[in-house]
């Protein structure tokens, strides 16, 4: 029902530039995430949406409507608040139908719709009760609801389950997945959750300092980061990376750190032909691993273990490479204790190297 | 850290004998400044009240009379009834003072000048309200140009004292035809009250989250509608602190009235009780009574109200 | 694609875009009211201070520059009523900031009776200021006044004393009844500062050993600086503007004795309605009390 377009869209607050030249189409019925560490800009870009903050530069389209100056009211809009932000005067059920009331909705069709949204979000029982009386996880459904209800052409969420612990949060996920496959409707969520991010989106916004720094599908952007911020963003635990240089060598183009080598595939070298003698950072996720009896210079690493995280159904493995800390992620064939020496083969068609100066990708975007 | 050490140290019995000791102490300290503070506070108005119930005879007795020997009404009943009484020998020996009566012809003048103050007093009330609450808001949630300048022009018109201000007030109530009629304390008090209103308000709304605004106006409610609907409502205790404010500073108010009233189509409660007092030949005991009857309204809202008026400073004057 | 609106139609359109069309709307009232009866006669009272506006020849009204002022500045008779004022002040603000600090350190610990004691002390602050006049002045009515009468029989005087009469007393007098009538709302502002102290302050003085003294000093004073100065500057403009007793208890007198710089501006307008003057010297308080008020504005002007 509705596509969203940010036409060099730049937002300041006195002097701090929240956002800047934001460039973006969100397409309609898709589940669009911002995704940036805290005060990168994304609780100002929803409202800029909802109409909520008035942009400094640029232009807002709804489908081919300009809307810069249309106050959220009459913007077809629904919100889900980080604080939730209920009306402490009014009951479970008055929330929910308020934004109904206030569209002039007659009292049965109220009715039946707040009664249908409490039943999907199992709140029928807390309709007539104020929030105060509500714990976190049920004050987010009302919250869910409260947007639910009005059927909107665009749903707006700004962190909404960063107050609940972690097991709801994980359940909620799924429902909000749900709501958007039954709502049909355009969703932009906003998190600094990765994995929120990579569970919920269709396509993933990563934002920091107000400039978008890349959009992809999840996959895009997890596999193939354009910057090295996006690259150590994501991931948990985070990508390893090594600081070292890019030399040639009779295997083609090597990436050099002290005594550790790491050889590329054949395509790969090719790219990084043009780059030979540049500073690079070199990325390695953790996962990227196997493990394998020998020692194979350029192609794994080995070393001694120092320390070694169970996690269940896996383990973390520690080893310092050339003076940098790295975790690899191992299954749990061998128990691995700390001053174990253990080689790991390099999954090496995914492997991500950063330009040094630029912290750009040399090898995408 | 050296201090911490030492707490440790003493015996845990020394502890309690110790905390029981000065908690006798505490209690007894409390109890006598209580009674000081009470006594501090009540026995004025005590004094004032008893006089009030003494006649003229009783009144002037030396060592003075703490609580009425012989209690009298009448007093009250020269205010509130004097209007029905016939004018008899009796009643008119009341009006002159050579003939020994203390109780002046214009005591028939309290009531309806309690009548026009409650007016004044009313009218002011709702008139902050109305004039007030959306100024509040706005410059609570709106982020528009000169929100700041606002603010501050209006907690600025309160700096300049009364008394600087009579002479326009004055020309401004001649040039409106308003002399010696109620609307000129009605529009005059507008200018003593409204800035404190709007700073309470201010202060309260701003000290509800953002957020919540911002809910409304995405569910559909207009700046006005997210006001009515979302705002008033929660804001209630402050309204009622600043209502009370209101009508407290109007019902009291003097040098204003003192200046723009003549006559007793529009003379408030405490000209008329101050006239009294600058007559040499009225009864203090009729004065007093006059002064009860003037206090009484205003105390009874106060303590009716009583946690309204801490909660609306609280969240106005010292919000942390 | 450039923007749909562009130069003066896009400024227009922000500028009177749905957020500041509903502010203008929700302030153009109280604007409106505070223009007629605060900003036009705060400027109109400037603009006469400028004349020789004198109603007792309203045809001729020159235009004297400063003069005004210069008259009032070079005349003794301000001076000694502005000495007055200062004592007044001084004197009464010092008794509020002492016994609100009193009664409300007791106010802010819990005992029975604590709300019906905080409920009374509001009686004081609810009544008219007449009302507070005609109280004291018969308290202080050296005939059969309730002060003669408790001193007499406590056996501190042994004949009736004249009070507000004696020159020496009336200040103190006055502020005393002040005073009675101020301190409610000082205690209530300052106590409701003392609640904003957290606990665990205390609690972690208390760990490190700190007596109640200590914690009084250390922690409950460092920590209701604002409170006291807020009240400070509240009650200071309060004193310095205060008509309402004088005019009810003293009338400026006996002889000049209680004349003080707001009773001055009164006698100076409406009694020899001189209002070029009288302008001028209010214009004088009202610096004065900016230049108090510009303090006040700043700390609670920050909070907005
Ligand atoms: N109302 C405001 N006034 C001033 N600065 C603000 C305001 N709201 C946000 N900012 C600033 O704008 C930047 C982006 O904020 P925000 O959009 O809330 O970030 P996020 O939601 O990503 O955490 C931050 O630096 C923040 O401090
Ligand atoms: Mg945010």
Known sequence: MA????????????????????????????????????????????????????????????????????????????????????YPHKNVFENIGFGLKMRKYDTAEIDRRVRDAAERLHIEHLLDRLPSQLSGGQRQRVALGRAMVRQPSVFLMDEPLSNLDAALRISMRAEIKQLHHSMQTTFVYVTHDQAEALTLADRIVVMKDGVVQQIGSPDEIYERPENLFVGSFLGNPPINLLVGELVSDNAGVIFQKGRFKMEFQEEISTKLQPHIGKSVTLGIRPEDVNEQGAAVPGLSVSGTVNTVLPMGSEQYVSMTIEGTEAFFRLGKEHKHKGGDNISLDINRNRLHVFDQETERSLLWG | MTLQSTKFSVPSEKWK????????????????????????????????????????????????????????????????????????????????????????????????????????????????????????????????????????????????????????????????????????????????????????????????????????RVDGCSRLQTLIQVFLPLARPSLVAVMLFAFLTSWNEFLLALMFTQTIASQTLPIIVASFTSDFTISFSFINAAGVVAIIPPVILALFFERYIVSGLTAGAVKG | MSGFYTGLKYTLARRFNYEARSAGLFLFPVMSVLAVVAVFPILYSLYTSFFNLKLTRPHRVPFVWFDNYVKVLSDELFWESVMRTVSFTVMSVVAILILALFIALLLNESFHGRRFISAMILIPWAIPTVANGLLWKWIYDSGYGALNGLLLQLGLIDKYVVWLGDPDKTIPLIANAFVWKEVPLAAILILVTMKSIPVDLYQAARVDGANLLQRFVHITLPSLKPGFMLVMIYETMMAIRHFDLFFLLTEGGPADASHVLSWQIYVETFRNLSFGTGSAMSYILALVTFALAYAIIKMLGRRI
């Open chain 1, 3 to 86: 596509r969203i377009l940010f036409d060099n869209v730049t937002k300041y607050y006195a002097s701090v530039k929240a956002v800047d030249n934001l460039n973006l189409e969100i397409k309609d019925k898709e589940f669009l995430v911002l995704l940036g560490p805290s005060g990168c800009g994304k609780t100002t870009t929803l409202n800029m949406i909802a109409g909520l903050e008035e942009l400094s530069k640029g232009d807002i389209y709804f489908d081919q409507q300009i809307v810069n100056f249309m106050p959220p009211h009459i913007r077809d809009v629904a919100m889900v608040f980080q604080s939730y932000a209920l």
């Open chain 2, 17 to 216: 004998y110790k905390s029981k000791r000065s908690e006798r102490t505490r209690s007894a300290v409390i109890f006598i400044a209580s009674i000081f503070l009470l006594i501090y506070v009540l026995a004025p108005v005590g004094w004032l009240l008893s006089s009030s119930f003494q006649s003229e005879a009783e009144i002037v007795s030396v060592p003075p009379h703490w609580l009425p020997h012989e209690p009298t009404m009448e007093n009250f009943n020269a205010i509130f009834f004097q209007e029905f009484e016939e004018v008899t020998y009796e009643t008119r020996r009341k009006v002159d003072p050579a003939a020994g009566g203390y109780i002046p012809s214009t005591a028939k003048d309290l009531l309806p000048s309690m009548w026009n103050s409650f007016i004044i007093s009313v009218a002011v009330v709702i008139l902050n309200l109305v004039v007030g609450v959306p100024a509040a808001y706005a410059m609570a949630k709106i982020r528009f140009w000169g929100r700041q300048a606002s603010v501050y022009t209006i907690l600025t018109t309160r700096v300049i004292p009364d008394i600087a201000l009579v002479v326009p007030f004055f020309l401004v109530i001649k040039n409106l035809g308003l002399l010696d009629h109620v609307m000129s304390l009605i529009i005059t008090y507008l200018a003593i009250t409204v800035p404190f209103t709007v700073f309470i308000l201010v202060s309260y709304f701003e000290s509800l989250p953002d957020e919540l605004d911002k809910a409304a």
